[in-house]
């Protein structure tokens, strides 16, 4: 008979895993919020000091998207550092998205860095006034999906964001872009190495990896999304821990049921990985020194304000 303590734990994720809202360090919590009130739609939904900090929770309707840290002082992001390439906001069809890009494109204070149909999706980037990356997006039906030899075929093929707006934009998603569903998609992370962030995310926390031939970065989710997670060395090959500084302060993801979590303690316990168990989330760093948050669902914003 097996020793249940020296069993192999349950290798991976629920299939219902999903992420939650993003936290950002940000150094003018005011500008910050009103930059992603009027590129994004996203409203504020409910603050709470913390010390001399002040944490803030943006979304739509009561969709909470992102946690904003006013942790003014800290150093600005480095984009040569581990930490946010971007966070991805999914919507739930082309004209959302299309109006949400129209707004963000509209504001003076974002960067449009480009456009691409990654096949199993469409997106449009632009970044935040203080550096961090935003990806908006839309999927395209799974059965629309394609594989070779079992792995998930992803690209990067050009996207013309003029004819995208002209094809998907409508006056009713322009006059309802702020109560059109949205949540974050997936996070994109800048790791140093790609071997040491799959020990981590794949092997401990328990995504399957998904696309592994893009080079200098791999793809991984739950449940056979295209990415809840993803992965570089782009601009931050070598990087070692994160000294504390502006930009990502937590990546959320959420699982069904206690149950999950305990299956995730044993698979961190079996990887040697120190974490700290709350009962409703699981939370411990990457090699990076990110901090990674693995909760239930929320129940209200409070749940997000006391991570």
């Not at 309707?61 to 150093?75: A, H, K, Y």
């Not at 990502?248 to 303690?265: C, F, K, Q, Y």
């Amino acid at each position: 008979m097996t020793n249940p303590q020296t069993a192999t734990p349950d290798r991976t994720l629920n299939a219902q895993t999903g992420m939650d809202a993003v936290t950002l360090r940000v150094g003018d919590l005011e500008l910050m919020s009103s930059y992603y009130a009027n590129a994004l739609a996203l409203e504020p939904l409910e603050e709470r000091s913390r010390g001399a900090e002040v944490h803030r929770v943006l979304g739509r309707g009561t969709t909470p998207m992102m946690r904003l840290v006013g942790t003014p002082g800290l150093p600005a992001v480095d984009p040569r550092q581990a930490g946010l390439f971007h966070t991805a906001f999914l919507f739930h069809d082309a004209p959302a998205l299309a109006a949400t890009v129209l707004r963000a494109a509209q504001d003076p204070r974002s960067r449009f860095t480009g456009s691409s149909d990654h096949l199993v999706s469409e997106a449009f980037y632009f970044t935040d006034p203080e550096g961090n990356g935003i990806e908006l997006y839309v999927d395209r039906a799974r059965d629309a999906w394609q594989y070779v030899n079992g792995e998930l075929q992803m690209s990067t093929l050009y996207l013309d964001p003029n004819e995208y707006l002209q094809r998907h934009l409508t006056e009713d998603a322009v006059n309802g872009v702020a109560g059109a569903a949205g949540k974050v998609g997936h996070v994109h992370l800048q790791v140093g190495d790609i071997p040491t962030a799959r020990a981590f995310y794949v092997d401990a926390l328990g995504f399957e990896t998904t696309v592994t031939g893009y080079p200098g970065a791999l793809f991984a989710s739950a449940g056979g999304y295209h990415h809840h997670v993803a992965m570089n060395t782009w601009n931050s090959g070598g990087a070692g821990p994160r000294a504390a500084s502006l930009g990502l302060g937590d990546v959320a993801i959420t699982v069904p049921t206690r149950d999950d979590l305990d299956a995730l303690a044993a698979r961190l316990t079996h990887h040697k990985l120190a974490f700290a168990d709350h009962g409703r989330r699981i939370v411990l760093s990457d090699p990076w020194d990110t901090q990674v948050t693995v909760a239930l669902p929320d129940d209200s914003v409070d749940d997000i304000l006391a991570r």
